[in-house]
């Protein structure tokens, strides 16, 4: 068995393709604002991605780079501004910010319904709550990956590895809305692999290269990879072993190129659908 490779680079043109087609549609321009504090080299690349990746999906883009001494008032005033400008419909706030501020603080004071990362405490508890709301780019970027695989996903049984509130336990609430039958495992789980093998469902979420073997996928099973790690000659690679799991797996996403460009486009319809729920 050959796994079939789950291209997240050309499902993401496709998305941001139809998020341009639905912008153009509207009287006006939806408008995604992202603060970039200090200079991260990372975030710098990210946001810079982002914000061509909005203006090519016909939306209004801004970035406010603030320096890294950015106090986390000052900032919080920013956050502030934006929530009371009526043409900007999502704000972002890149993470990681510098260590004197304070990250939740400043992530719960974007308002709700402009908050297209979904990270707000209120919108959290909305989508574990079953209600539909914006959900967190990754996330929502693993549920439309499961479903370019044909995943069956009601009854299934789905095995999430991590249990950030970013990635995993979002994508557990979302499976679990979905009917399948999940664990969320960590690096503390007893018998992880056991956990993997008999899941049909394999989400990595772990930050740990390589962690999940070939032999801890079940014949068949759908692997998604949302770790991107840089391990010995910078080469990047995810949580799954990547190479082992292609002969077990049914369909898996690579890294480079599965849910990492997926992720950008999701945040690009959250926007979009920010905007046509606020106007």
């Known amino acids: ?25 509207l009287a006006y321009r939806p408008k995604l604002a992202v603060v970039l504090v200090g200079d991260n080299p990372a975030s710098a690349v990210y946001v810079s991605a982002k914000d061509r990746a909005a203006r090519e999906a016909r939306l209004d883009a801004q970035t406010i780079r603030l320096p890294a001494e950015t106090t986390q008032a000052a900032l919080t ?23 004197h501020v ?11 319904a402009k908050d297209v990362d979904g990270f707000h ?31 069956a996903l009601s009854g299934a049984r789905a095995v999430v590895i991590g249990r950030s509130a970013i990635v995993g336990r979002p994508v557990a609430g979302l499976l679990t809305a979905a009917h399948a ?3 969320l495992a ?18 990595a979420a772990t930050g740990r290269p ?8 079940a014949p068949g099973a759908v692997v998604i990879d949302v770790g ?31 849910v990492g460009p997926m992720t950008i486009a999701c945040l690009l319809e959250n926007t979009l659908l920010a905007a046509e729920r606020r106007r």
């Not at 079939?4 to 993401?12: H, Q, T």
């Open 181 to 183: 039958t999940v664990t």
């Open 210 to 217: 390589e962690m999940v073997r070939g032999d801890w996928v």
């Open 121 to 151: 405490p209120i919108n959290a508890g909305r989508l574990a709550d079953g209600q539909d709301v914006l959900t967190p780019c990754t996330p929502r970027a693993v549920m439309k990956l499961l479903a370019a695989a044909g995943a």
């Open 186 to 203: 960590h690096s503390r789980t007893l018998d992880l692999a056991h956990e993997c093998r008999r899941a049909g469902i394999v989400v």
């Open 228 to 258: 991107i790690n840089r391990v010995a000659g910078g080469r990047l690679v995810g949580d799954v072993a990547y190479d082992e799991c292609l002969g077990h797996a049914g369909a898996i996403t690579p890294v480079p190129g599965g």
């Open 102 to 112: 304070e990250s939740r603080a400043v992530l719960e004071a974007i308002d709700p």
């Open 1 to 25: 068995m050959t796994a079939r490779i789950l291209d997240g680079r050309a499902l993401a043109a496709a998305l941001r393709a139809d998020v341009a087609a639905r912008a153009a549609s």
């Open 77 to 99: 005033d920013v956050v502030g501004a934006l929530n009371a400008d009526p043409h900007v419909d999502g704000i972002l706030v890149q993470l990681p910010l510098p260590p």
